[in-house]
């Protein structure tokens, strides 16, 4: 399950600042993406989100900030950030990813000082559709994931790929950077004392976890609660009690709302297919109990919501990139 709700969150034309900054400085983030991952390869500063209190971030520490509010990191609580002209030095691809200044490197005086400076790197993500917005859902504003996990080999080829400009390198670095995002969430998922969606724990039983795994293969199948037992290998009573006590809800309850969460991504991305074709698509031969199931979990008919469907992270969003940094530095 987890794979199918990552699955859209996915990197494009990310830019990686390797960040170089000696203090004081601040750069501040507008762009209001969906998720954006921040890492320190060496030294430290603080995370401030808009709406929220300061979070330190250390070396070989990651912290994802749920948008759209925007937020700061600066090497001291209090340093503020003036809006500077990027210039040929910003991008916004035409699908997401970050946008900001690429390749600071504010040494004080002397370019070559890089004792004390503070290397960051960031990477913004778009979340297109219903599915990933599941998981958007079960994040805070703000998760931490220290350093020394399963993400540090990722991390040590991400440092290795922004230092030099090789062929491919932009591919090389979108797939790195949905590889660390995966590793964070897993690990902030899973850590000690945390509170994780009702789902992440249900994937792993040998019982839920293969009937959720059914659901999400075969959405579309004829499904119920005693076929779905016969396939997991447990009674029908079984199964019903085990997937409420773990998911929160009966199966065909939680196989409804799945089904109209694919339909709703169907409605938006392929536009010219009809209701019912967009029905069968997700096991409804009936387009009306079909329409009438997607406005009772989405509170609009499907016609509505198609209507007004807005995608989440536009294109066309602009960024002003900030900075605070000593007299004498240089970008």
């Given at each position: 399950?987890?794979?199918?709700?990552?699955?859209?969150?996915r990197a494009?034309?990310?830019?990686?600042a390797?960040?170089?900054?000696?203090?004081p400085?601040a750069?501040?983030?507008?762009d209001?993406?969906?998720l954006t991952?921040c890492?320190v390869?060496?030294?430290?500063g603080w995370?401030v989100p808009?709406?929220?209190?300061?979070e330190p971030?250390r070396?070989?520490?990651?912290?994802?900030?749920?948008?759209?509010?925007t937020?700061?990191f600066?090497?001291?609580v209090?340093?503020r950030a003036?809006?500077?002209?990027c210039?040929?030095?910003?991008?916004?691809p035409?699908q997401?990813?970050?946008?900001?200044?690429l390749?600071w490197?504010?040494?004080?005086?002397?370019?070559?000082?890089v004792?004390?400076?503070t290397t960051?790197?960031v990477g913004?993500?778009?979340?297109?559709?219903?599915?990933?917005?599941?998981?958007?859902d079960?994040?805070?504003?703000?998760?931490?994931?220290?350093g020394?996990?399963?993400?540090?080999?990722?991390?040590?080829?991400?440092?290795?790929?922004?230092?030099?400009?090789?062929p491919g390198?932009?591919?090389?670095?979108?797939?790195?950077?949905?590889?660390?995002l995966?590793?964070?969430?897993?690990?902030?998922?899973?850590?000690?004392?945390?509170?994780?969606?009702?789902?992440?724990?249900?994937?792993?039983d040998?019982?839920?976890?293969?009937?959720l795994r059914?659901?999400?293969?075969e959405?579309?199948?004829?499904?119920?609660?005693?076929?779905?037992?016969?396939?997991?290998?447990?009674?029908?009573?079984?199964?019903?009690?085990?997937?409420?006590?773990?998911?929160?809800?009966?199966?065909?309850?939680?196989?409804?709302?799945w089904?109209?969460?694919l339909?709703?991504?169907?409605?938006v991305e392929q536009?010219a297919?009809t209701?019912?074709?967009i029905?069968?698509?997700?096991?409804?031969?009936?387009?009306?109990?079909?329409?009438?199931?997607?406005?009772?979990?989405?509170g609009?008919?499907p016609s509505e919501?198609?209507?007004?469907?807005i995608t989440?992270?536009?294109?066309?969003?602009t960024t002003?990139?900030?900075r605070?940094?000593?007299?004498?530095?240089?970008?």
């Amino acid at each position: 399950m987890f794979s199918d709700l990552i699955r859209g969150v996915r990197a494009h034309g990310s830019l990686f600042a390797s960040s170089t900054l000696s203090p004081p400085w601040a750069l501040r983030f507008v762009d209001g993406a969906p998720l954006t991952l921040c890492t320190v390869l060496t030294g430290a500063g603080w995370i401030v989100p808009e709406h929220g209190p300061p979070e330190p971030l250390r070396a070989r520490e990651t912290i994802v900030v749920r948008g759209p509010a925007t937020f700061t990191f600066v090497d001291e609580v209090g340093t503020r950030a003036e809006p500077i002209a990027c210039g040929e030095f910003c991008a916004t691809p035409e699908q997401g990813g970050t946008r900001h200044r690429l390749g600071w490197r504010d040494c004080g005086a002397d370019a070559g000082d890089v004792r004390g400076a503070t290397t960051l790197i960031v990477g913004a993500y778009p979340v297109r559709g219903e599915i990933s917005r599941r998981l958007l859902d079960a994040l805070p504003a703000v998760l931490r994931v220290d350093g020394g996990g399963t993400s540090d080999p990722v991390l040590d080829h991400l440092a290795a790929e922004v230092a030099v400009d090789t062929p491919g390198q932009q591919v090389v670095l979108d797939r790195l950077l949905d590889w660390m995002l995966v590793c964070t969430l897993r690990e902030w998922f899973d850590r000690p004392g945390g509170e994780p969606p009702a789902w992440w724990a249900a994937q792993r039983d040998p019982v839920v976890g293969d009937a959720l795994r059914l659901l999400h293969a075969e959405p579309a199948a004829p499904w119920t609660v005693t076929a779905l037992a016969e396939r997991t290998g447990v009674s029908r009573s079984t199964l019903a009690k085990r997937f409420a006590d773990l998911v929160g809800e009966p199966p065909l309850t939680y196989l409804t709302r799945w089904r109209m969460t694919l339909a709703a991504d169907l409605l938006v991305e392929q536009e010219a297919a009809t209701v019912a074709e967009i029905a069968r698509a997700v096991g409804y031969s009936d387009p009306f109990g079909f329409s009438a199931a997607f406005k009772r979990v989405r509170g609009a008919n499907p016609s509505e919501f198609r209507r007004t469907a807005i995608t989440p992270f536009p294109a066309a969003t602009t960024t002003t990139a900030a900075r605070t940094a000593p007299a004498g530095s240089h970008a």
